[in-house]
């Protein structure tokens, strides 16, 4: 069964296109270490929440937007495989390929604002 890595992230609205051209740097490594799609979605139609809702979860200010991105995997084996590459080049940089290089790609978001999880799904309706 498949599997979801799901994130929501706050990004400055006028980094727009700097969050754009990172992730298509960023995302192909994805592809190629087993994921089946990669979405990014920048948000459109975010409303406010009385006691909670996106931009309170990531404590987003009003110049920024809210993305909302997830990783497709085949199954959790291969996203547990696919992290645990992605573990191994942050604990050894000069090893770590160019793509997650913060010099040659920069987030341009504060990524200790990210939240993310990894989801089983329960209920799938393809149309």
């Known amino acids: 069964m498949s599997y979801i890595d799901g994130f929501v992230i706050a990004v ?5 296109q700097k969050f754009i051209d990172h992730a298509n740097n960023a995302d192909s490594m994805f592809v190629e270490m087993g994921a089946t799609r990669v979405v990014e979605c920048w948000g459109d139609d ?6 909670t809702d996106f931009r309170k979860a990531v404590k987003a200010s009003d110049d920024e937007s809210v993305v909302l991105s997830w990783i497709e995997w085949p199954d959790k084996a291969t996203r547990d495989a696919g992290m645990a590459k992605l573990e191994a080049m942050m604990e050894n940089p000069e090893q770590a390929d160019p793509r997650m290089d913060p010099v040659k790609n920069p987030m341009p978001f ?15 309706l393809d149309g």
């Not at 400055?12 to 727009?16: D, F, H, I």
């Not at 975010?46 to 006691?51: A, L, N, V």
């Not at 504060?110 to 799938?124: A, C, L, S, Y």
């Open 12 to 16: 400055p609205t006028a980094n727009k």
């Open 46 to 51: 975010i409303p406010d929440g009385s006691s």
């Open 110 to 124: 504060d990524g200790k604002r990210m939240i993310f999880g990894g989801f089983e799904p329960v209920v799938t």
